[in-house]
């Protein structure tokens, strides 16, 4: 059984930094490019970023470009997303995602997603 598990999230203040992580089992996901999304209660589910199966390719939010790292380990069975200066509005349920041929800001050209971890930024 295919399964994607975040963790990481959690309560900061503002300004302050959160890793999330994201495991991936149940199959090999060296060839698949992965994605982090979000939702904040009553908006539409939001591309965060998303990196190439090689890793040689990232590609990022324009609300999250220069404060957040996505990366991913040499194994390829984790992703990553480093969140700096965190804001407020970046509190939402975070979501990773993985697929085989993508677009990466489109939520539905992923194949697999995790269940969430809920990042809160306090002011």
Do not use: H
């Not at 994607?4 to 959690?10: A, D």
């Not at 590609?59 to 404060?67: D, P, T």
């Not at 194994?75 to 480093?82: D, E, I, P, R």
């Not at 995602?97 to 939520?107: D, E, I, N, S």
């Amino acid at each position: 059984q295919v399964q994607l598990v975040e963790s990481g999230g959690g309560l900061v203040q503002a300004g302050g930094s959160l890793r999330l992580s994201c495991v991936a089992s149940g199959r090999t996901f060296s060839s698949y490019s992965m994605g982090w999304f979000r939702q904040a209660p009553g908006k539409e589910q939001e591309f965060v970023a998303s990196i190439t199966w090689s890793g040689g390719s990232t590609y990022y939010s324009n609300s999250v470009e220069g404060r957040f790292t996505i990366s991913r380990d040499s194994a390829k069975t984790a992703v990553y997303l480093q969140m700096n200066s965190l804001k407020p509005e970046d509190t939402a349920v975070y979501y990773c995602a993985a697929g085989a041929r993508l677009v990466p800001t489109v939520a539905d050209s992923y194949d697999y997603w995790g269940q969430g971890t809920q990042v809160t930024v306090s002011s």
